[in-house]
């Protein structure tokens, strides 16, 4: 470990509590994607979601695409009332790290077995709205909706910040799309272009509601430790500028450009390149090269 890097462990252990619910980053999702010894999974290394997934762009694109989920009334009703983010918002964050931490790093098996727990809570989650729409987490249109708003939002994010190596752009989408498929989702977006036109599809079925409002407020202003907060916002406001600006919007942001919105991601990039020195590297992508032996010293 470098001298910078140990001065940045507190950093370190802050986030990977938030994470991880250990300062030193060890869960029983790092086991579960280390093992078993040699068994492939849907990824390898070098494959673009390996890429994405292990950078700290990760972090600005959770925050997106939870702003970008806000919008959908249905998606959202399947959030507010069904679960319990408010009053465990890293257990939240956590159990969805770990899905995504699994699928793009585990094995087939272990893959497999995280998709059909999504799915089995999925089948519990539905209800009707005060204004007799109905909603269902297993209805194909919110799948996709979810699905397309994280790899956008993803992809978006390693785009534009702490980047760590180049990768093809339609790869990524056709990557999500495997773990789009087993999560229900039909035909989902291979290549960039069908990812714009389909998000672009969803412009009529979006609103601002007071539920929108009070979802955007917790994202803005969640209860982390007094430490992350300031590296915090500087994220959230980034991930609002890299909305397109029809959903910027939508959402009641203005679309600042200029010199402001230039300083708010040199910010946002210094951030992030901060976390990965602390950081070092991804956990779940060490378990997984460990696994195909892909680390040295491997047996």
């Given amino acids: 470990m470098s001298m910078l890097s140990t001065l940045l462990s507190p950093l370190a252990g ?11 980053g060890d869960s ?7 093992t078993p010894v040699g068994e492939p999974g849907w990824f390898e290394p070098g494959d673009a979601v390996w890429t994405v997934h292990g950078s700290v762009a990760t972090f600005l694109g959770g925050i997106r695409s939870l702003l970008l989920q806000s919008l959908h009334p249905l998606a959202l009703a399947g959030v507010n009332r069904h679960s319990e983010y408010r009053e465990d918002p890293f257990g939240r964050l956590q159990r969805t790290g770990a899905f995504i931490a699994i699928t793009t790093y585990g094995s087939e098996s272990a893959a497999e077995q995280a998709v059909s727990g999504i799915r089995r809570l ?19 249109r919110l799948l ?8 956008d939002s993803m992809l978006a994010a390693y785009d534009r910040y702490g980047r760590s190596g180049e990768i093809d752009r339609d790869a990524y989408v056709a990557d999500m799309a ?7 989702v039909l035909d989902p977006p291979t290549t960039v272009s069908e990812l714009n036109d389909i998000l672009n599809g969803f412009r009529r079925e979006l609103e601002y509601t007071d539920e929108t409002e009070d979802m955007k407020r917790f994202i ?23 909305l397109p600006p029809w959903v910027a919007t939508v959402l009641r942001e203005r679309p ?22 602390a950081l070092v590297k991804s956990p779940a992508q060490a378990a997984g090269e460990q696994r195909l032996g892909y680390v040295e010293g491997y047996v």
């Fill in 220 to 242: 803005l202003d969640p209860p982390l430790p007094a430490a992350l907060k300031p590296g915090y916002n500087v994220l959230a406001r980034a991930a609002l500028d890299t």
């Fill in 256 to 277: 600042y450009g200029g010199p402001a919105r230039t300083m708010r991601g040199l910010a946002a990039d210094t951030s992030l390149r901060t976390l990965a020195l």
């Fill in 14 to 24: 802050s986030v990977r509590e938030v994470l991880a619910g250990k300062a030193s």
């Fill in 144 to 151: 996709m909706w979810v699905h397309i708003g994280l790899v």
């Fill in 178 to 184: 495997v773990v789009g498929r087993h999560m229900g």
């Fill in 122 to 140: 999925h089948g519990r989650v539905n209800g009707t709205l005060d204004d007799g729409r109905s909603y269902s987490a297993g209805d194909s």
């Fill in 28 to 34: 029983q999702i790092l086991d579960q994607i280390s």
